[in-house]
């Protein structure tokens, strides 16, 4: 499944719900919040009466803000029992969490392991023994509605990570990596982590982190499991990189037909080709496309000829026809 965090101030309903809007209109499945005090933990129940999105709530060290946040109806936790204290508060957590059927994803983050981690061990050897201790801990209080994460800003270390814990644990993963910067870099960070690990059969739920809006991150999420046909959504577009071939400005052309894609909802796979030599030929599997020459283009369907366009009609025309099909 597909997961973003709200970068609202919790505590403001109305932006935080209208921010929610936004991620569930791009697929977002479910939504985190963060919950730094009690306003906030309150929030999530006017929150909740706003969407019909899963809301989890993220919380560290006070154990009273996930009583309250479990009270208000929050539909999971993200918390790190390592660092909610004395057993009886994490007991409370786990006990409050299984009355209403709520998981508790233990969220280990390379950032910030325990004191307690042992040095002689990799990084992503003790973010495993910290998430093991975690769960040990939550088993030991009869809570199995577990989800793990364990991330870092290092893929490799990310990787390992996860590789390491799959075997040993039969709890859902929560993957990504943290802190991946903006998305001209942090979608490349994230997809080569996320991928490699979903691959390798790893992964529940996805969150691709960037400092960007979150809508970005959800449109990224799902441009990573289309490319592994994971999962179809929306269109595809496929688009020749241009050459000395071209004799129009291809770029800025896939950039507008992208760009009318993302309201478009039906999965159909859409080709914008420089040239009409090779353009069919090479995009021959896409329902429609374009395959530009001077000051007209040929429109193609499922590879055959359907029409000759004039560059001035390039964008209408192809958009009209993704829409009838
Ligand atoms: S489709 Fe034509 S213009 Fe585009 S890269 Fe291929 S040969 Fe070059």
């Keep these: 499944m597909v997961q973003s965090m709200t970068k609202t101030d919790t505590r403001d309903v109305m932006s935080t719900i209208r921010q929610i809007k936004e991620l569930e209109d791009c697929g977002c499945e479910l939504v985190r919040v963060a919950v730094p005090d009690g306003q906030a933990a309150q929030a999530v129940g006017a929150i909740k009466k706003g969407t019909s999105l899963p809301i989890i709530a993220d919380i560290h060290f006070d154990y009273r803000l996930a009583l309250s946040a479990l009270k208000a109806g929050a539909d999971g936790l993200r918390l790190n029992p390592g660092n909610i204290g004395e057993p009886k508060k994490v007991t409370a957590v786990a006990r409050a969490a299984r009355e209403r059927n709520v998981p508790i994803r233990i969220g280990v983050n390379a950032g910030s392991l325990p004191k307690t981690a042992s040095p002689e061990l990799t990084t992503a050897q003790q973010m495993v023994e910290a998430a093991l ?11 199995d509605l577990i989800k793990v994460s364990l991330k870092a800003f290092d893929v490799p270390t990310t990787i390992d990570a996860y590789r390491s814990i ?10 990504g990596i943290t802190e991946a910067g903006t998305p ?28 960007a809006h979150p809508r970005e991150e959800v449109i990224a999420a799902y441009e990573i499991l289309k490319s592994l046909d994971l999962r179809q959504h929306g269109p595809v577009l496929v688009s020749c990189p241009s050459c000395g071939r ?11 037909v992208e760009k009318e894609l993302l309201n478009i909802d039906k999965p159909i796979k859409v080709a914008v080709m420089g040239c009409v030599v090779n353009g069919p030929g090479e995009a021959r599997d896409a329902d429609i496309g374009i395959a530009c020459g001077q000051g007209k283009a040929v429109l193609f369907k499922k590879g055959k000829k359907i029409a000759t366009i004039q560059e001035k009609d390039f ?3 192809l958009m009209a026809e993704v829409e009838r099909f």
Aim: hydrophobic share 50%; net charge negative; no cysteine.
């Design 166 to 175: 799959a075997p040993k644990i039969p709890y859902p993963l929560h993957i």
């Design 246 to 256: 071209a004799e129009v400005d291809i770029v800025k052309l896939a950039e507008a």
């Design 133 to 143: 201790e975690q769960i040990k801990l939550l088993e030991s209080l009869d809570f």
């Design 184 to 211: 001209r870099t942090g979608i490349i960070r994230s997809t080569v982590g996320i991928s490699t690990l979903l691959y390798l059969g790893i992964g529940d739920t996805i969150r691709v982190s960037l400092t």
């Design 315 to 317: 964008l209408a025309v």
